[in-house]
């Protein structure tokens, strides 16, 4: 079994416990996990506040160099860190290696980015500058379905800025995280980039810290909640990037054969536990049945096996707690429509369930209303597009959406009334490190990536001058 270690002050650290991780497509365990302390949290944030001086005075070009050799590092350990993130996290290795090789892609080119001072005004009366300053000590809380991935959108743009930073993945997946922080360990100086686990015990620590000047959070909305009123005790920044339930507002010109597999990708994509999933689709009338049955194929065609088997398209749930929240919402899709593929568990080891079709269901039921993230996907009928929007909207959520049809106008219109921070034509989860990307509603607050997402890392400072 590999050895994993904490990141502390540069240190690479036993935990003061441990903990064993799961594979999920086996139930075995993968890995016993050092466990971090209360104390261990206080010394890595106490090292990145010791490391942020003098990490905040480097010019960005020496920051950008040390991201750029970070970027290099882990694409040096591709195969190795993807094998590793399958079997900690289940996904299949083509997603796993496409998570990685994503990873140094972002942080390639968000450390590309630049901050720039403005010149306000400059004449005889004042000269007046905005400038972007750091902000301190950056906490970053991560979840469980991209634990890699989402380190690549917070840290580089964090570090860039000039903070520091105090990383935490979710208790399921810390394995590949901790990889990741021996390889800064030899990169950045000691204390910038700190690495803890925890098993949801040390994340509203870290969100009260008072050493803490930012949490940059992606997890659910529940617990975005937490994170949001804990931080109001020293007026923390915060960006949160939560939940969603994606709507796919499929119109009456569009084919139903040609988008089929847009719609079933977007849905079952890491076996459903992606934010930006499709989780309910809207078909019109006229295009309803050929649209079910499309989905239904796809479904009944896809591989569900371990992540790490030779052709597998879907993987097990992450972990037990998901797993048994999805076999819940599988009894409410059983009861509020009728299920035309999937609907079962596979029989065997690991948390796998099948790619589930969910017809003749509406609003107001758990499977609609809810994020169910996981591989279930409730295709309602709607017969006016004015109608399918509003029901779209009345979600308390608002992270994408997309709209699927001919017409490039009306599906433009309909695209543009989506109360969602992302909307999609004619395709759905596709973003990129030059997109700003964040949560309308109860998706979250802020966003993440380009530099929309640096300028969240930094505090705005005005120097005003007497001429
Ligand atoms: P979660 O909220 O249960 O956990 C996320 C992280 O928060 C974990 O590291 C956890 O240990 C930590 N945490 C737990 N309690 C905490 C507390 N009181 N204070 C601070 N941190 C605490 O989420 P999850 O189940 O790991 O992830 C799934 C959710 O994340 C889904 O709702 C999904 O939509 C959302 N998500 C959102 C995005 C996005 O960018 N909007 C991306 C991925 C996932």
């Not at 997603?95 to 005004?121: G, N, P, Q």
Request: include cysteine.
């Amino acid at each position: 079994m590999d050895d994993y270690r904490l990141l502390i002050g540069g240190a690479l650290v036993p935990g003061d416990m441990t903990m064993d991780v799961i594979n999920p497509a086996t139930e075995e365990v993968l890995a016993v996990c050092p466990r971090g302390s209360e104390a261990q949290l206080d010394a890595a944030v106490a090292a990145a506040k010791a490391a942020f001086p003098a990490w905040s005075r480097r010019s960005m070009q020496e920051r950008r160099d040390l991201l750029l050799k970070l970027a290099d590092a882990i694409e040096a350990k591709l195969e190795s860190f993807a094998r590793l993130l399958t079997q900690e996290q289940g996904k299949p290795l083509s997603e796993s290696t496409a998570e990685i090789v994503y990873t140094s892609a972002f942080i390639r080119y968000l450390a590309s980015l630049e901050l720039e001072s403005k010149l306000i005004e400059d004449n005889d009366n004042r000269r007046v500058e905005m400038r972007r300053r750091p902000l301190g000590v950056v906490g970053a809380i991560i979840p469980w379905n991209f634990p890699v991935l989402i380190v690549a959108f917070k840290m580089p743009l964090a570090l860039l800025a000039g903070n520091t930073i105090v990383i935490k993945p979710a208790p399921t997946t810390p394995l590949t995280t901790l990889k990741l922080g021996e390889l800064c360990a030899e990169i950045f100086p000691a204390g910038v980039i700190n690495v803890i686990t925890d098993q949801n015990d040390l994340g509203g620590k870290l969100t009260a810290h008072p050493d803490i000047a930012k949490i940059s959070f992606t997890g659910s909305t529940e617990t975005g909640k937490k994170v949001m009123a804990s931080a109001a005790s020293s007026i923390k920044r915060i960006t949160l990037e939560l939940g969603g339930n994606d709507a796919a507002i499929v119109l009456p010109d569009a084919d139903p054969k040609t988008i089929a597999p847009g719609i079933f990708g977007a849905a079952m994509m890491n076996a459903g536990q992606v934010c930006l999933a499709v989780k309910r689709v809207y078909a019109h009338s006229s295009i309803y049945e050929e649209l079910c049955a499309e989905l239904a194929r796809l479904a009944d065609e896809a591989i569900v096996d371990d992540g790490l088997a030779q052709g597998a398209q879907i993987g097990p749930l992450q972990n037990k707690m998901q797993y048994e929240k999805v076999k819940g919402f599988l009894d409410d899709a059983r009861a509020a429509g009728t299920i035309i593929a999937g609907g079962d568990v596979v029989d065997r080891p690991g948390y796998f369930i099948r790619p589930t079709i969910v017809r003749d269901v509406t609003d107001g039921t758990r499977i609609v209303d809810e994020e169910q993230f996981g591989p279930i996907l409730p295709v309602i009928r709607y017969d006016d597009a004015e109608d399918a929007l509003e029901r779209a909207n009345a979600s308390p959520w608002g992270l994408g959406g997309s709209v699927w049809g001919r017409d490039r106008d009306t599906a433009y219109d309909i695209a543009t009334r989506m109360d969602s921070g992302t909307v999609w034509i004619n395709k759905h989860l596709d973003f990129g490190p030059n997109i700003p990307f964040g949560g309308a509603k109860q998706s979250g607050i802020g966003v993440e990536f380009a530099e929309e997402g640096l300028h969240e890392f930094t505090q705005v400072q005005i120097i005003n001058e007497a001429r």
